[in-house]
């Protein structure tokens, strides 16, 4: 069943800005899990963030995970028009061996 | 470079055909996964395994089977394809535990477009 929800689900910017995505979930979690996918490709793990962690960094990455809201936030620092892409987020719930996956969130970075 | 092989990008079946989709990942990966994507819908987990010869139904198993006779490989097969199994499939591997939590990512194939008629 999906689980996480992206918000908002359309976000186009300017080569340079920042893009930052939402996401909500309904149940507890072990994980949280962002994803990206190119247009008509399969998708590709960005980063993975505990339930007991609150902040985390890869490159232009930043990763948020508010447990007590059941959300978390994907920041994607300085742009770029290879940024472009839906992005996902999945959360693995306690006691569940499996990923639900949110209904994705389409970022346009105009060169 | 590791990865996950889904054996056709493109698939064009006749209605009521018997068609296999095939996946095979090469990182000894005990965790398998079969996915189709729908604009509007997101992912929804079809069916996945973890281990050989095991399978589990996901959320949306009906008029699909599966099967993993090795680690590497777990094939999709729609019995009777219809029309409405016209999708984006995506196969998906992950290493973690048997029973907990995963704390790895998937890796995904491509993809395979199919498009039944």
């Known amino acids: 069943s999906q689980q996480g929800e992206e918000d908002p689900q359309a976000l186009s910017i300017q080569e340079g800005e920042n893009a930052t995505m939402n996401c909500s979930y309904k149940?507890?979690?072990?994980?949280l899990q962002w994803y990206r996918q190119n247009s008509g490709r399969g998708l590709v793990h960005l980063i993975l963030?505990?339930?007991?962690?609150r902040e985390k960094h890869s490159g232009r990455l930043r990763v948020t995970l508010d447990t007590s809201k059941k959300s978390s936030s994907l920041l994607i620092t300085a742009s770029r028009a290879a940024d472009t892409a839906s992005y996902f987020c999945?959360?693995?719930?306690?006691?569940?061996?499996?990923?639900?996956f949110g209904k994705g969130n389409q970022v346009v970075v105009i060169p | 470079d590791v990865k996950v092989t889904q054996s056709s990008r493109y698939l064009v079946k006749r209605t009521g055909e018997k068609v296999f989709l095939e996946c095979v990942q090469d990182?000894?990966?005990?965790?398998m996964f079969w996915y189709r994507q729908d604009p509007g819908l997101g992912l929804r987990l079809i069916y996945f395994?973890?281990?050989?010869?095991?399978?589990e139904k996901g959320d949306i198993p009906e008029g699909y089977s599966v099967s993993r006779e090795k680690k590497e490989r777990f094939s999709l097969i729609l019995e009777s394809a219809s029309t409405n199994q016209t999708s984006m499939y995506l196969c998906?591997?992950?290493?973690?535990?048997?029973?907990?939590?995963?704390?790895?990512?998937?890796?995904f194939g491509s993809g395979t477009r199919l498009t039944v008629v």
């Open positions: 999945a959360t693995d719930a306690s006691g569940n061996n499996r990923l639900a």
């Open positions: 149940t507890s979690i072990n994980n």
């Open positions: 998906a591997s992950s290493s973690g535990l048997l029973q907990g939590a995963l704390d790895y990512g998937y890796t």
């Open positions: 990182m000894d990966h005990e965790n």
């Open positions: 963030i505990r339930s007991n962690e």
């Open positions: 395994s973890y281990d050989v010869k095991m399978k």
